[in-house]
């Protein structure tokens, strides 16, 4: 653990891997964050073991926020869901604007910060079979503003961050142990290639939301009578 800061309450090294573990009594999501540099631009991969009924996620770009307590960090997560594909692999966002896009949706945040769906991604049925105690290759890229997922080479999000006040384009990377029923969360072989820090971000003229797109739930920002510009 000498690059990552983390409790030993509930984080050690388990042949080899990271491991997390909580007996169900966690009041509150903890992290464990790696020390060496903040991230940029990049892509992450790492393989990834959890028990059934385990949460975690690979935090990233995220902030560290010791004044809400002890190791929490907020920020993009990557979602690792045991039990329910919906969320396996989904981009969150810890204490911010949550729900970004759920597993297999192509998702365009727009300036206000509202996640629309624009599409559905193939393949993302694929991780449904998802075997817990079995490791998984789990695959983070994010280049300036998108950002993309995979579970096992099946792509699991595709987004588009327009919200300048919202997102955030550095950070650290951590991950996690989450409140809920006892659970090991393990991660080994994390490889992660830095790209220029000044990479372009997309914008929202060349990115239009079609008429046809429906918002993110269960964000419920919208009014009912409101259609996607």
């Given at each position: 653990l000498r690059q990552w800061s983390g409790d030993?309450?509930?984080w050690s090294v388990q042949d080899?891997?990271?491991?997390g573990v909580t007996d169900g009594s966690l009041k509150m999501n903890r992290f464990i964050t790696w020390k060496n540099s903040t991230i940029r631009n990049f892509?992450?991969?790492?393989?990834?073991?959890v028990t059934a009924g385990g949460?975690?996620?690979?935090q990233y770009r995220?902030?560290?926020?010791?004044?809400?307590?002890?190791?929490?960090?907020?920020?993009?997560?990557?979602d690792v869901v045991a039990d329910n594909p919906n969320y396996n692999g989904m981009l969150y966002e810890e204490k911010g604007r949550r729900i970004l896009s759920h597993t297999g949706e192509k998702v365009i945040i727009d300036g206000n910060g509202q996640p629309w769906v624009v599409g559905q991604?193939?393949?993302?049925?694929?991780i449904k079979d998802f075997n817990t105690e079995a490791w998984h290759d789990y695959r983070v890229l994010v280049q300036g503003n998108h950002h993309q997922h995979w579970i096992d080479g099946h792509p699991t999000a595709d987004l588009i961050d327009l919200d300048e006040k919202g997102r955030?384009?550095?950070g650290v990377l951590a991950v996690q142990v989450h409140v809920g029923p006892a659970m090991k969360i393990q991660y080994k072989d994390f490889k992660i290639k830095h790209f220029p820090d000044d990479l372009p971000l997309l914008k929202a003229e060349d990115h239009p939301i079609p008429s046809d797109a429906y918002g993110v739930k269960?964000?419920?920002r919208l009014p009912k009578d409101w259609k996607a510009p």
């Open positions: 030993s309450k509930y080899g891997a990271l491991t892509d992450l991969r790492v393989k990834v073991k949460n975690s996620g690979l995220g902030t560290s926020r010791p004044d809400l307590g002890l190791d929490i960090v907020t920020g993009y997560q990557c991604l193939t393949g993302s049925d694929a955030s384009l550095e269960p964000q419920g």
